[in-house]
């Protein structure tokens, strides 16, 4: 979860295992060595500059069992939700509803039961302004959540930006820390441990025994969270507007 390096363009290629038709992004970088992910957005691929394709090929054939299993298991673990009116959403984990009321406003976080009162116009993206307060919601709580970790490492915490990355939780670097918005569907315990995380590398920018030490004296079940957040991560659903336009009539 350090800093990234800077994005390379990807090619979007298909390779065919077991029968099935495989695509893929593939990104060509310095790197020495080749790797795969897989995720929500499906396989990603990272290969060196000049690797010939057909290493490539022979790499990910010979983890194909491996690779379907892992694209079935998103598929079958990630639900989707469509936000619209009724549409019930996690939020730390407990169930959150959306209330879509006609005109302006700012939207309201109702505790009793949950709800998010989402105030809508005519023409407007229901879609677009939950997202919006989602997010804002994650800032709020993400906020708070770095400056508790940070003021118990006795370091500042620089500013938070909102991640939208597919694979990655978060990342950490002198000038910022970047926390995935999707946390915030998550446990408010995993949230704290990708906070801890990632202050930790405030003082460790690497995976060091020593960044370790600090990420358990931070948060010291972080050994469980580390696993919980891989199974959680695949389950998470996926919040999408309604198929047939979610505009307000």
Not at 41 to 66: H, K, M, N, T, Y
Not at 88 to 105: I, K, N, S, T, Y
């Amino acid at each position: 979860m350090t800093r990234q390096r800077a994005a390379t363009t990807a090619q979007a290629l298909e390779i065919e295992l077991d029968g099935r038709r495989i695509p893929y992004q593939l990104r060509r970088s310095a790197r020495r060595t080749l790797g795969v992910q897989v995720g929500r957005d499906g396989v990603r691929v990272a290969a060196p500059q000049r690797l010939p394709q057909r290493d490539i090929d022979a790499f990910l054939s010979e983890r194909q069992g491996w690779l379907i299993a892992r694209l079935d298991a998103w598929t079958q673990a990630a639900p989707t939700i469509v936000l619209r009116d009724g549409a019930r959403f996690p939020l730390l984990d407990a169930p959150c509803r959306l209330q879509v009321v006609r005109g302006r406003g700012t939207p309201c976080w109702q505790d009793e039961p949950a709800t998010l009162v989402l105030p809508c116009v005519a023409g407007q993206s229901v879609f677009a302004a939950a997202m919006r307060a989602i997010k804002a919601r994650a800032r709020a709580h993400f906020d708070a959540r770095l400056a508790h970790f940070a003021a118990a490492l006795g370091v500042v915490a620089p500013p938070l930006k909102l991640s939208t990355a597919r694979t990655r939780w978060g990342s950490c670097s002198a000038r910022s820390v970047r926390l995935n918005w999707r946390l915030i569907l998550l446990p408010e315990a995993l949230v704290d441990y990708v906070v801890a995380h990632e202050v930790a590398h405030l003082r460790h920018m690497d995976h060091s025994p020593a960044f370790w030490a600090c990420v358990h004296a931070l948060y010291p079940a972080a050994g469980a969270a580390r696993a919980d957040l891989r199974t959680r991560g695949r389950q998470l659903p996926e919040l999408v507007a309604a198929a047939a336009g979610d505009a307000l009539s």
